[in-house]
C-alpha cells in the first residue's frame, strides 16, 4: 500500500525517484510500471493492476452519460505508462504541465495510488485538508472509521 509523504526533486528532464517504501510493494516489484494520469492540481500514479480495475470499471460504465464523458476525456485519458528504471519513473512534460509541477515536488501515500504534488500546491492543500478533517469528524464515523 502507498502510504507516508515524501519530499522529493524532479531533474530537467522530468525524472523523479520513486521512495523505497513504494518499490518494495509486490505488484511493482512484479512489473517495474507506473500509470500515471491528471487530476485536480496533482498527479495520480497507480500501479498497473489497480489502474486495470479502474479501466475494467470504466469500460462497464455508459457511454451516454457526460459526467462519465468528462471522467473519461480527463482523467482516463491522460494516463501515461512510466517504467520504473533504476528508481526513477520520468514524468511526461504534458503531464508536469497540466499538475504545475517545478521542482520540488511531494508524493502523498493514498493506500491505492500515490499523489505527485508540487510542493507549493501541496503545502496550501495540506492546509485545507487538516482544516477540512477538523470538521469532518461525524461523517467520518457515519463510514465506520
Same mark, same amino acid.
Given at each position: 500500500?502507498?502510504?507516508?509523504?515524501?519530499?522529493?526533486?524532479?531533474?530537467? +528532464?522530468?525524472?523523479?525517484?520513486?521512495?523505497? %517504501?513504494?518499490?518494495?510493494? *509486490?505488484? &511493482?516489484? =512484479?512489473?517495474?510500471? !507506473?500509470?500515471?494520469?491528471?487530476?485536480?492540481?496533482?498527479?495520480?500514479?497507480?500501479?498497473?493492476?489497480?489502474?486495470?480495475?479502474?479501466?475494467?470499471?470504466?469500460?462497464?460504465?455508459?457511454?451516454?452519460?457526460?459526467?462519465?464523458?468528462?471522467?473519461?476525456?480527463?482523467?482516463?485519458?491522460?494516463? +501515461?505508462?512510466?517504467?520504473?528504471?533504476?528508481? %526513477?519513473?520520468?514524468?511526461? *512534460?504534458? &503531464?508536469? =504541465?497540466?499538475?504545475? !509541477?517545478?521542482?520540488?515536488?511531494?508524493?502523498?501515500?493514498?493506500?491505492?495510488?500515490?499523489?505527485?504534488?508540487?510542493?507549493?500546491?501541496?503545502?496550501?492543500?495540506?492546509?485545507?485538508?487538516?482544516?477540512?478533517?477538523?470538521?469532518?469528524?461525524?461523517?467520518?464515523?457515519?463510514?465506520?472509521?
Amino acid at each position: 500500500m502507498f502510504n507516508g509523504r515524501f519530499n522529493h526533486t524532479l531533474d530537467e +528532464k522530468g525524472r523523479l525517484a520513486i521512495p523505497a %517504501r513504494f518499490k518494495d510493494i *509486490p505488484s &511493482l516489484q =512484479e512489473n517495474p510500471c !507506473l500509470m500515471v494520469t491528471n487530476h485536480i492540481n496533482c498527479l495520480w500514479a497507480f500501479t498497473k493492476d489497480e489502474w486495470q480495475i479502474i479501466e475494467d470499471h470504466v469500460a462497464k460504465l455508459p457511454l451516454m452519460n457526460n459526467n462519465l464523458s468528462s471522467l473519461r476525456r480527463y482523467f482516463i485519458s491522460g494516463a +501515461k505508462e512510466c517504467v520504473i528504471k533504476q528508481g %526513477r519513473i520520468t514524468l511526461p *512534460p504534458d &503531464l508536469r =504541465e497540466i499538475a504545475g !509541477l517545478q521542482k520540488d515536488v511531494m508524493l502523498v501515500g493514498g493506500i491505492k495510488y500515490f499523489e505527485i504534488w508540487d510542493k507549493s500546491r501541496w503545502d496550501e492543500e495540506f492546509i485545507r485538508a487538516r482544516e477540512e478533517f477538523q470538521v469532518s469528524g461525524p461523517a467520518l464515523a457515519d463510514l465506520g472509521i
